[in-house]
């Protein structure tokens, strides 16, 4: 509901697809409906790329921009690592395709959050460990991705096998929703709508909500800089991000 028509132009402004109408009832301005056609899928996974790269630069209190090329070789080790065991269809197709939970589920039976944790508990399997990006950010880092600190600020960057199973957990998603993210945008051709939803309904949102239930957990170990980027801009974009996926 919008009280003014000027709160309606601003929204439909962050939301492209979104139609306004009056409400009936003259109340103001309600949303009529989603035009899925007009909204910018691959915008939408290129913006949460973005914010999950903030969210592990916030994390382990690195720069941006060295965060941003880490995830990225980091996603192309995982690649080759899944590749070189023989695994088609990437990271996206994992969870339909290939691997078992624990409890020896096919895990395309699974749904939702549950799939998503028993593709992660597959893929730190056959990387070694249950968690995989350890070994991931190690060899990344040994090809040079860099590791620069925030100099200006004086963080003191967080080593990855310092950090306690939450934060390492919501790293090692993270670098598997890029690698999906960057497999669903490689081609020319618009990603398709159907899976994108499934994506944020499923993956994304699952990650979202071990970040939102355990967020004062995670801000008490961050120093104060890194504290407020994650309090005032990590957080608030990641709630966007997910109104964006609800609305497709």
Not at 172 to 177: F, M, N, R, T, V
Not at 190 to 215: C, R, S, T
Request: positive net charge; charged residues 25%; contains cysteine.
């Amino acid at each position: 509901m919008f009280k003014t028509h000027e709160e309606a132009i601003q929204y439909t402004k962050q939301h492209p697809g979104v139609v306004i109408q009056r409400d009936p009832k003259g109340k103001g301005y309600i949303i009529k409906k989603q035009a899925h056609t007009k909204i910018n899928l691959r915008a939408l996974l290129l913006d949460t790329k973005k914010e999950l790269n903030y969210l592990v630069a916030c994390i382990l209190q690195r720069d941006v921009k060295t965060t941003y090329s880490m995830t990225n070789k980091a996603g192309e080790i995982l690649a080759l690592k899944l590749a070189g065991l023989g695994v088609s269809g990437g990271v996206v197709g994992l969870v339909s395709t290939f691997g078992t939970a624990g409890t020896g589920t096919a895990i395309s039976t699974l749904s939702g959050a549950a799939a998503s944790n028993a593709t992660l508990a597959w893929i730190g399997g056959i990387i070694g460990g249950g968690m995989f990006a350890g070994a991931i950010l190690t060899t990344a880092l040994a090809m040079g991705s860099g590791w620069a600190a925030y100099k200006l600020f004086k963080s003191k960057p967080r080593e990855y096998e310092n950090l306690d199973k939450i934060d390492r957990e919501i790293i090692d998603k993270s670098i598997i929703l890029i690698r999906a993210i960057d497999e669903m945008i490689q081609d020319v051709q618009i990603p398709n709508h159907d899976i994108v939803k499934n994506f944020g309904k499923n993956d994304i949102m699952e990650l979202y909500k071990l970040v939102k239930n355990h967020k004062n957990e995670i801000k008490q170990k961050l120093d104060k800089r890194n504290q407020l980027a994650f309090t005032l801009k990590s957080l608030p974009h990641l709630d966007k991000i997910i109104i964006r996926y609800s609305e497709l």
